[in-house]
């Protein structure tokens, strides 16, 4: 199993207690890796939110030994306008505005900017001037939070 992967199975109950979301982990190479956590709490990621995380996984981490250098641990939000890079993050951010391109024409466009609504099967849906867009998945290039 990769270490990202056994920091989000990790994560999970920790995640839970407090209804946080996990956005993403990523773990970067080099002579001092750095394991970055982003996290989102639907009513506002503060502080003390990364700071909790921090500790809790902090240790839980120093136990499993998963990480065998000496590394940096980092837990925060992930941005006002960040770009989403996951399926889940769709239904994590709902309700914020977004832009989104497509490789190639979807309703003969290749970018949308609105509310999201979400995932829906496969598709992204955003709610463009009172009308909601279905966006396949596999089209999107790139989806930003926008502030």
Do not use: Q
């Amino acid at each position: 199993m990769k270490v990202v992967d056994r920091v989000r199975e990790l994560l999970e109950p920790i995640l839970k207690e407090k209804n946080l979301n996990l956005v993403d982990v990523e773990l970067s190479s080099g002579k001092k890796p750095v394991l970055r956590i982003y996290i989102h709490n639907p009513e506002g990621t503060s502080i003390d939110d990364c700071e909790w995380v921090s500790k809790r996984i902090g240790a839980i981490l120093d136990v499993e030994d998963l990480i065998k250098s000496s590394y940096t641990l980092e837990v925060s939000s992930p941005g006002l306008d960040r770009k989403l890079k996951n399926p889940h993050e769709f239904n994590i951010f709902k309700g914020r505005e977004i832009k989104i391109k497509t490789f190639g024409p979807v309703e003969e466009r290749n970018v949308f900017r609105g509310r999201l609504l979400g995932l829906e099967d496969e598709d992204v849906l955003l709610e463009e001037e009172e009308r909601v867009v279905r966006i396949p998945l596999d089209k999107i290039s790139l989806a930003k939070l926008e502030f």
